[in-house]
């Protein structure tokens, strides 16, 4: 039976939400007394792009391998792409796709014979894979590219490829664990022009780990997950609003002055930091020109930042997420340390 009469034949029995692509209802991971994950609710809707933010070692990559059926759950259950990941794995894997954060493309293959490798491993007929195959390189920008080995391709040009590997066998959910790590600038915003892309034209759900919080912004969704524990989720722009108000950073003739002056004037606590005076307000482009009016000291420099997905972290975890990433990184793979 097809993928498709099977999910119509689960629907009439009220199995399938095609609404929702992954669903965790107290999902959890314990290596002995390590709770690398800790009940975890978790709702992503179909044809989003969500993302898991979190350091180094806050739990992304275990959530992703229970999702993925690699990590068997301790706690809880959770259902993707309409499949439960502990009784029905087979399935859950048919319909996903998964880019680990290391490569394991072949750099002795060409970029085609990786494609047709994993094509054999899925059982896709090879009629089917020989016009899947360029068309996806296409997608991603390759197709000129097919018959080079991959060890002469960049590093972006490889995270492509990897992708379009992931897609072969026409996924519901593509999970990427760290998609852009060790790429620089320019090749990252590259590949999330690529995502956005897959997400836009065939509608796949796209489920990403990253601490990365510029990469996070690209979400219509996410999650803040610290020490194994999910602290907040929504869309960034709602989970800045919690944070509210803007960060007025300045630098005067006398800091200690001016923070005491802050507070007698208008009411506020300002901070005394290294790089500045820092206070919090409403609407931080208003309140600058009355603050520099008012103020007896020599205001040299004032920067107006509103809210980031950094402060949303240090809103929840009491630190930022480049404090807490601050520590020696975790082993790469699934273990209790992720």
């Not at 510029?214 to 919690?242: F, H, S, Y």
């Not at 509210?244 to 002055?257: N, S």
Request: glycine share 10%; hydrophobic share 40%.
């Amino acid at each position: 039976m097809s993928i498709a009469a099977e999910e119509g034949t689960a629907a009439a029995h009220g199995v399938v939400d095609d609404a929702i692509a992954i669903r965790a209802e107290g999902l959890g991971k314990l290596y002995g007394d390590t709770e690398a994950v800790v009940g975890l609710d978790l709702e992503v809707p179909a044809g989003r792009i969500f993302g898991f933010l979190g350091p180094n070692g806050a739990g992304k990559s275990t959530t992703i391998g229970m999702l993925c059926t690699l990590v068997r759950p301790t706690l809880g259950q959770a259902r993707v792409a309409g499949r439960d990941v502990r009784t029905e794995p087979d399935e859950v894997r048919r319909r996903i796709g998964l880019i680990f954060q290391e490569s394991t493309l072949d750099v002795d293959l060409t970029a085609e014979e990786n494609m047709r490798f994993q094509a054999d491993l899925f059982g896709i007929p090879r009629r089917r894979s020989r016009t899947t195959i360029p068309a996806l390189l296409d997608l991603v920008d390759l197709a000129r590219r097919g018959n080079s080995p991959v060890r002469t391709l960049s590093g972006g040009m490889r995270r492509r490829l990897e992708i379009a590997r992931g897609l072969l066998h026409a996924p519901r959910v593509l999970f990427l664990d760290e998609p852009t790590t060790g790429l620089d600038p320019q090749t990252r915003a590259a590949v999330w022009e690529h995502l956005h892309r897959l997400r836009r034209e065939q509608g796949i759900t796209i489920f990403l780990t990253t601490h990365h919080l510029e990469e996070a912004e690209n979400c219509d969704l996410m999650a803040v997950i610290d020490a194994g524990e999910l602290v907040a989720q929504g869309t960034p722009a709602a989970l800045k609003a919690v944070v509210g108000a803007d960060l007025v950073t300045l630098h005067t003739g006398d800091d200690e002055r001016a923070a005491h002056a802050v507070h007698e004037r208008f009411g506020l606590t300002a901070e005394v930091h290294e790089g500045g005076l820092r206070l919090r307000v409403a609407d931080g482009a208003a309140f600058v020109p009355r603050l520099c009016a008012e103020l007896d000291v020599p205001v040299r420099s004032v920067r107006v930042t509103a809210p980031s997905l950094d402060d949303v972290f240090l809103h929840y975890t009491g630190r930022t997420i480049r404090e807490a990433d601050g520590g020696p990184t975790a082993p790469s793979g699934f273990g209790p340390r992720r």
